[in-house]
């Protein structure tokens, strides 16, 4: 009974994804960002400006949170043709027909003892699946398209059109998501590697489904080539996610940087600028220091004893910034780009997400209903 419940499930592989969801994914991983953008940007975790422990946390809870998921999707996922027949996805075809008989006569009505109409009924549905799954690695063309594309490639092997906008549905959807999920300075740096990545993905595919040629074929050898791609399909978010946290590790403001040094440039220059001045007023009065001194900081507006208002001495070493960001504001307590900028533009991106995905979900709609 457990291989006829096995064959049963090709029903559903038919019309759903062998290993997990892409649009459970999408929401999926959607939600999980909102937690780990929440543990990167804690002022809590990174004291002192430290964004290694923000960040090691959230890729821990990524990387576990990610392996348990992918990996019960692949203990979960759907057969193969291959797995029904008990073999390898490069048996050959003296293998597929030795494994066709094995199934078989597991599930052969004649050979099975049923005991209720409905079980004499999932175990005709049992064989007739078989008997289709073995006519399509029988046959060298039916099998190429299978390798290449699954049941999507049997289905639309004569929709050419219906079958690369299927494949290209992913590449659109992602391409827009990593751009949304870059956009921001301080994770900038990640939009290359994430593109980049998806570059990669795309050249396997077409290397797999185009040129027929398998480089993880030694690595993943229980897994048909459509499994292969769809595999690295729910690995991609996982790529995504991390590649943020890193850029948001290793971002330096460099602007806001250049700013402070500024600042702090700006303020050495005035105090000089103020010394300056001093020594011009001590060589051209001959007074001692000490009564400089005295005299500078005296708010009294009459004249002092050496005949020079002390209105004129306050106004010689009043503090006058060079740079116009530092009139009426002190260096040392003006906040910086990024301490000003720090909260803001979250909630532009996100508006962007919500739309975006709108319009996917509305075009989702669209195509099940034209299906």
Known sequence: MIVIRTVCRIRRAEVEMAIGNEGRDLLTYLVLLVPLEFIM??????????????????????????SCKIGLELVHKEPSYYDLMGVLPTASYADIKKGYKRA?????????????????EVGDEAFVALKKAYDVLNDREQRDLYDKFGPKGLEF???????LAGLGFFYVVWLAVAYLLTRRKAVGR??????TGLLALGIFEYQACILSFDFLEEALP???????????????????????MLAW???????????????????????????????????????????????SCSTDQTADPWGIPASALQEQYEYRPL??????????TKPTRAQSAKGGGGGRGLGSLVSFFGVYFFFQWLLGRGS
Not at 259 to 285: G, N, P, Y
Request: zero cysteines.
């Open 222 to 244: 229980q897994l048909t080539m459509f499994e292969k791609i769809e595999l690295l399909h729910r690995i991609y978010p996982v790529y995504l996610l991390g590649a943020r």
């Open 104 to 120: 078989s006569l597991q599930v052969h009505p004649d050979k099975l003892k049923s005991t209720s109409a409905s079980d004499e």
């Open 157 to 163: 092997k004569n929709d050419t059109t219906n079958l």
């Open 41 to 66: 940007t804690s002022a809590a975790l990174s004291k002192d400006g430290n964004r290694k422990k923000p960040v090691l946390i959230a890729a821990i809870i990524l990387a576990l949170f990610s």
């Open 190 to 195: 990640a939009q290359t590697w994430t593109f």
């Open 323 to 332: 740079h116009p960001a530092m009139v009426g504001e002190n260096p040392a």
């Open 249 to 295: 590790l290793t971002y330096e403001d460099i602007e806001a940087h250049n700013f402070v040094v500024l600042q702090h440039l700006h303020a050495k220059t005035d105090r000089l600028m103020l010394m300056i001045r001093q020594l011009q007023i001590e060589a051209a009065s001959g007074k001692p220091d000490d009564v400089i001194a005295s005299v």
